[in-house]
Nanobody
Framework: QVQLVESGGGLVQAGGSLRLSCAASGRTFSTYVMGWFRQAPGKEREFVAAIRWSTTYYADRVKGRFTISRDNAKNTVYLHMNSLKPEDTAVYYC????????????????WGQGTQVTVSS
């Protein structure tokens, strides 16, 4: 069982930056695919970014603005968000899984509770 706890959400103006953190339990953190999803009001949850070992993956709409990274010594994954736009407003969820990234992008095994990110125009 893996438990995930997100932090770092908040209110920011358009063009600003935020860093989300996700602390994970478990001894095999480094072997998991870790990532972030988001869900805006009235919309389906969508994939944002993932990291498997040191390889990163991004949704097209955040590529070049967001950076995912991990610190295996701290069992923590980060999402650095720059040049934020009002359309980035959503609840951001940390997720963890095993196996192929293609599977993780649709059905991660573990979810955090989510953290709200609001970008004002």
């Amino acid at each position: 069982q893996v438990q995930l706890v997100e932090s770092g959400g908040g209110l920011v103006q358009a063009g600003g930056s935020l860093r989300l953190s996700c602390a994970a339990s478990g001894r095999t953190f480094s072997t998991y695919v870790m990532g972030w999803f988001r869900q805006a009001p009235g919309k389906e949850r969508e994939f944002v970014a993932a990291i498997r070992w040191s390889t990163t993956y991004y949704a097209d709409r955040v590529k070049g603005r967001f950076t995912i990274s991990r610190d295996n010594a701290k069992n923590t994954v980060y999402l650095h968000m720059n040049s934020l736009k009002p359309e980035d407003t959503a609840v951001y969820y940390c997720a963890a899984g095993e196996g192929a990234v293609e599977v993780f992008r649709t059905t991660p095994r573990y979810w955090g509770q989510g953290t709200q990110v609001t970008v004002s125009s």
